[in-house]
């Protein structure tokens, strides 16, 4: 099939990817001229493992980019994968979705075919239908369920491991307003399909819009229950981990995101919860459990920051934190636990070194303000520090050597492999 995309961040780069990689020929619109040269010149934009290699091998063939949303009309159907952020409140801004769809409709007035449209972009339910297909209409001079056609297929892709999850999912959901849409969108995944472990869930739009945040809802409360647990493990004195791994082998939990720590980040879980909550709130209900979760995730890092206090006076301290991307496989810092662990170390007179083999840049770059010295490697980061905190579990930091340290005092939020015999002092945020 012909198939384009408009965006060219995490989900939009790597569904165009993938797609190519699949047999399709895949054009990503995009409004970054520095984006789309890297994509045409067989470079990945952002740092995800097994993009690189599907870019290179298809960049020029079945994949390429542009900036010009006219190379639509040549395609099949258009995905919009947008990003949808969160505004001060909690709530979903709209914006850069709505500026989309009014230029994907003004180059749709342009074609003479039917076109089916599918938005990807997380948005709440009655976003496709009610802001999405209007918008389309009024620019495009088409009409829904005649010659314009919408869907929703949202995406279920982890950091680190996108590639993977969109090539070899659980679920593959589609929201389809007719029959004849659904079928188009079982064509375009028929290679994925065909794997006897992934499941079609075929709904109404409103549905398939509620899922991915119901899902996301789920593996986030899961998380903040069980960092709850290991909170009051510790308070017992007991390791968290060999409770939740008795816990995990009932079938009812499962064995999955039991590992209790720093807590959740990154693009997906707390802007989904938050929108779901604002969501909820303008329909008259208070969800008071979601409200919970976030908070006993917001807490995981003061807890960590006091459980160093309790070993190192902070204040004028060197405090070596390894890990900035908000889990390992990824150099995204969205809402990092790392980051507020900083903030806090700073707060209380700390003088930090950071290290991190994929996310420095970005922290350099989002965050020039941010007080904080980056390191070369984590044994750079470790010599003469008077502490040093876990935030995110790299494979890389597991053995390592704290010989280096002023001090080897180490509060480790993510459980990483560590010989605590070589330590003056080792705490697990929840062990």
């Not at 040269?37 to 091998?57: K, S, V």
């Not at 919860?273 to 329909?283: K, M, N, T, Y």
């Amino acid at each position: 099939m012909h198939v384009s995309i408009v965006g060219s961040g995490y989900v939009g780069t790597t569904v165009a990817a993938c797609l190519a990689d699949r047999g399709h020929d895949v054009v990503n619109v995009e409004i970054d001229e520095e984006i789309v040269d890297r994509i045409n010149a067989g470079e990945a934009p952002i740092h995800e493992a097994g993009l690189q290699d599907l870019i290179a091998e298809h960049a020029g063939s079945r994949l390429r980019a542009t900036t010009d949303y006219g190379a639509v009309v040549d395609t099949d159907l258009t995905m919009l994968c947008l990003p949808t952020p969160q505004a001060e409140d909690g709530s979903l801004d709209l914006a850069i979705m709505r500026a989309g769809a009014e230029s994907l409709g003004d180059a749709l007035a342009r074609k003479d075919d039917d076109h089916l449209v599918v938005v990807k972009s997380t948005v709440l339910p009655g976003t496709t239908e009610d802001v999405v297909g209007p918008i389309l209409e009024d620019r495009s001079g088409k009409r829904v369920d005649e010659d314009l056609h919408l869907a929703m297929n949202p995406e279920f892709l982890r950091m680190g491991t996108a590639v993977e999850d969109f090539l070899e999912p659980d679920k593959v959901v589609v929201g389809a307003r007719t029959d004849a849409t659904a079928a188009t969108l079982r064509e375009l995944y028929a290679p994925i399909l065909d794997r006897p472990e992934t499941t079609l869930v075929e709904t109404d739009v409103r549905e398939a819009e509620l899922i991915k945040y119901a899902n996301n809802a789920f593996l986030a409360a899961k998380v903040s229950l069980v960092n709850e647990l290991g909170n009051v493990a510790k308070e017992y004195g007991a390791d968290a981990y060999e409770v939740l791994d008795a816990v995990g082998l009932d079938d009812r939990i499962s064995d999955r995101f039991l590992r209790s720590g720093l807590g959740w980040g990154g693009s997906c879980f707390p802007k989904d919860v938050d929108a779901l909550r604002a969501g909820a709130r303008e329909q008259g209900y208070d969800p008071e459990l979601l409200d919970a979760v976030v908070a006993v995730n917001d807490e995981q890092p003061r807890r960590l920051v006091a459980l160093l206090a309790e070993h190192v006076a902070l204040d004028g301290a060197r405090i070596a934190v390894l890990g900035l991307s908000f889990k390992p496989g990824t150099d995204d810092i969205r809402k990092s636990r790392a980051l507020d662990v900083i903030d806090r170390l700073a707060d209380r007179g700390a003088d930090v070194v950071a290290y991190d083999p994929a996310a420095m840049a970005n922290v350099r770059e989002q965050y020039p303000a941010l007080d904080v010295d980056y390191a070369d490697s984590a044994e750079a980061a470790l010599e003469a520090a008077d502490g040093a905190v876990v935030a995110t579990d790299w494979p890389e930091f597991d053995d390592l050597s704290f010989a280096g340290m002023r001090r080897r005092v180490v509060v480790d939020g993510r459980r990483i492999d560590v010989d605590a015999d070589d330590l003056a002092v080792y705490e697990g945020l929840t062990w």
